[in-house]
Structure formats: C-alpha cells, structure tokens
C-alpha cells in the first residue's frame, strides 16, 4: 500500500517535470506565459502601431482633427530645437506634464524626453544590436547598463515580451526612415527611481538596492510641501452624509 502510493507520487512528480520542461522552451526567459511567434520586421512594426510607441516617440502636430503624431518625423523622439531647462510647475492634484509635442514628461523624476528610435547611427539607435536593445527594455537601464529609464517609457511592461517580440521590434525599427535628432539629457527631478547621484541625470549610476537615497542633485530632498497623499487611505475623506 504504501509502496504504490509513492510509486504513484513519483509518476505525477515526473510527468509535472516533463510538462513543465515542455512549457518552458516556449515560455519567455521572465517566465511569463506566451507562445513565441518567429520575429520578423513585419511583426515589428504591428507591434510598435499596438504598443503605442508613437504616441511618445513620434513629436504631435495640431492637425485638421486635432491633435496627433507627425508621421514625417515618425519615431525621432523629442526635437531638438525644443529645449526643455526645467520640471513643469503643476498645483496640487496634478503631477506630471507633457509638452506640447508629447514627446517631453515632467514630474517627480525631472524631464525625461523620449529617445530618437530611427536608425540614424549618431542620435538614434543605428549603432545599437539587438542584444543591447533587448537588455535596456529588459533591465530598464540606458543601454542595458547605463543610468535607469525614466517614466512614463512603459519598459516595465515591454520587459514581458517574448524574445522574439523584442527582436522583431528592433528589426522594424532599423527598416524606418533616418532621422537625425539628437535628444537631450533628461533633467533632474525630485525622485527619479533610483535615486540621482550628486551631479545630475548625466552620471547616473544604475538604481536597486544599493542606489542612495533620492536626492536634488546631491542635496537632501526636502519634506513635500503639501499634502501630497489624501487624509485617508484609498482616497479623499468622503463627506458623511447625515441621516
Ligand atoms: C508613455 C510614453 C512612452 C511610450 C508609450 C513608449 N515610450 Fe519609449 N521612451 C519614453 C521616454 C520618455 C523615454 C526616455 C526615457 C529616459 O530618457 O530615461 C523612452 C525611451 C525609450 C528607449 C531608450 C531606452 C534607453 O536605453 O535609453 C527605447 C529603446 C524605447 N523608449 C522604445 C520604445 C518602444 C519600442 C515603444 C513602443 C512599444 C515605446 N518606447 C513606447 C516614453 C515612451
């Protein structure tokens, strides 16, 4: 009796192991669940129109709609000309900002500015291989081993693509038209994640654990100056209606 049933506790433990050797040669390296497709430049650029990459990437131009991205400067990031020197100065209860290209983001980490995605060899990623490209999505750090990625740039979701997802987005975007932009340095802010080294955005050292503590270009940061979270947890105090 007692025999059979570890007999029977090693049958369903092996089959466990096969079934879950056979999922992971199809799983992504992170372990989420998804079946690969074979990467090509065409799955690429269905995935960066899905993914929205243009909807940050792309500077927008007001258009006989409204508002929408320039698709004759498609993925060059934020323009050059458009200097941006300081975090936007928004009231409580707003938090952050974008500029008028939708290309520029203020708030608690400074000013991120979207990067130049063409293939352009100096200010776009021309130069990159796809290994780099697929280590900065996945780590979060420039480069994949450079200073952190800034918000609102959604790495952390992009990091649970597929190998091959990633891939294809790269092979698509070395197929797009060069265009030369070089973006600028972000600027810093209050509370990058990770913190920011004394001396600015420039030498950021990549964050984690062992990163310092958030600081204004070496200064301690100071208390917030408001309420910057709601009295109660989950929300704003509700008034009490009286019976
Ligand atoms: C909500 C806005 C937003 C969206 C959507 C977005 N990005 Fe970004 N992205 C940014 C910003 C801002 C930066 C610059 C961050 C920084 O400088 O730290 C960035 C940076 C990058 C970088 C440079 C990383 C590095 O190593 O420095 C790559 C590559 C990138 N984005 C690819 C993409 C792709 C591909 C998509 C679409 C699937 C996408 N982004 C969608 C805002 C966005």
Not at 1 to 26: D, E, N, P
Not at 62 to 91: C, F, T, W, Y
Request: contains cysteine; charged residues 15%.
């Amino acid at each position: 009796m007692k025999k059979q049933l570890v007999f029977r506790m090693c049958v369903t433990a092996g089959l466990a192991a096969v079934t879950s050797v056979a999922l992971m040669t199809c799983a992504p390296k992170n372990g989420a669940q998804a079946t690969a497709t074979p990467a090509s430049a065409e799955r690429g650029k269905y995935l960066v129109t899905v993914g929205g990459c243009n909807d940050c990437h792309t500077p927008w131009v007001m258009g006989p709609q409204g508002p929408g991205p320039d698709m004759n400067r498609m993925l060059s990031g934020h323009p050059s000309v458009m200097k941006i020197e300081a975090p936007a100065k928004v009231d409580m209860p707003w938090m952050w900002a974008g500029d008028m290209t939708m290309t520029a983001f203020s708030g608690p980490w400074g000013v991120s500015c979207a990067a130049n995605l063409t293939p352009d060899s100096l200010t776009g990623i021309g130069a990159w291989t796809q290994d780099v490209f697929i280590q900065a999505l996945r780590t979060g750090k420039h480069m994949g081993k450079g200073r952190q990625i800034l918000p609102p740039m959604p790495w952390e979701n992009m990091k649970n693509m597929t190998d091959e997802d990633l891939a294809s987005i790269f092979m698509y975007l070395q197929t797009i038209p060069k265009i030369s932009n070089q973006v600028q340095e972000p600027v810093a802010g209050m509370m990058p994640p990770g913190g920011m080294p004394p001396g600015g955005p420039g030498g950021m050292p990549p964050g984690g654990a062992g990163a310092p503590p958030p600081t204004m270009g070496g200064a301690p940061m100071p208390p917030p100056t408001g309420p910057m979270v709601p009295a109660t947890p989950g929300g704003p105090p509700m008034p009490v209606k009286k019976k």
